[in-house]
């Protein structure tokens, strides 16, 4: 088998996607501590943390909107945004119909960007039930300590947790799944920034 590859993930996009990948992981083990806690002082402090982490993704996304506007070509969001290509694979009903180019896959494009939507979901609850609950934060001047309004925020919070954890196994999971169907290495590319596939051979 020929492998021929290119670099695609820049060392900037990389590093956002560590960092982001890091602190949801955080987020998720700390959420699902505290809450089993209780009410206890460390509990409260693990809360803290869990802002502070919060702060960390707003960070990163900021980062990823604006690698998204101005960075290379594959690390835009142009590369995410395929409506005609996923029309095309919708009608064809086949994941790999879309032109082999290099690139994010067009079958995971849509499924990433509504992960970026997610993650913006995350980012405006938790701010705002960090000024509900912490009294702190830039909304603190709109929402500080409106108990009532607590359960507005905590509900989606709590749902996208729960959607975030289910896309980070599946990510996960089809990587893997790719990998050994199609004997082409790619959970790798995020972090040498090299993609492969396969070439085929001329008709002898
Ligand atoms: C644990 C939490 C993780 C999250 C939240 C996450 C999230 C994401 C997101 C949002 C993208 C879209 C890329 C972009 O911004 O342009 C992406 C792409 C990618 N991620 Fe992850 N990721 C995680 C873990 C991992 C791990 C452990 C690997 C394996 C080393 C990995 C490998 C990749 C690869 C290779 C891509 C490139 C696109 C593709 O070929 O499908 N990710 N990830
Ligand atoms: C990927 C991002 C995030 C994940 C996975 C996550 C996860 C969680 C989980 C699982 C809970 C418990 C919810 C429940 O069952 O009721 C929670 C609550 C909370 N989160 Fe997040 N979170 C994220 C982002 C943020 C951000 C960005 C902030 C603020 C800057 C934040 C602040 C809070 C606060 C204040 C609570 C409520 C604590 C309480 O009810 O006393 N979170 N989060």
């Not at 009294?135 to 001047?141: D, N, W």
């Amino acid at each position: 088998m020929i492998l021929e590859r290119e670099k695609v993930y820049d060392f900037v996009l990389r590093s956002i996607h560590a960092w982001n990948a890091l602190v949801i992981v955080l987020l998720l083990l700390g959420g699902h501590v505290a809450e089993w806690l209780g009410y206890t002082p460390d509990a409260a402090s693990l809360w803290h943390f869990h802002v502070l982490l919060g702060y960390g993704l707003v960070l990163g996304l900021v980062a990823r909107i604006t690698w998204g506007l101005v960075g290379p070509v594959h690390a835009r969001f142009t590369a995410m945004w395929r409506p005609r290509a996923w029309w095309r694979m919708l009608r064809t009903r086949e994941l790999s119909s879309a032109a082999p180019d290099w690139g994010p896959p067009v079958a995971a494009t849509a499924l990433y960007l509504l992960f970026y939507l997610a993650m913006l979901t995350m980012v405006v609850t938790g701010l705002a039930l960090a000024a509900i609950d912490q009294g702190s934060g830039p909304l603190y001047l709109w929402l500080g300590h409106e108990v009532t309004l607590k359960h507005l925020f905590r509900e989606p919070h709590a749902w996208m947790a729960h959607s975030l954890l289910a896309f980070v196994v599946v990510h996960i999971a089809l990587l893997i799944l790719h990998e050994i169907r199609h004997g082409v290495p790619l959970a790798q590319a995020m972090v040498s920034g090299f993609q492969y596939r396969k070439v085929e051979r001329e008709e002898e």
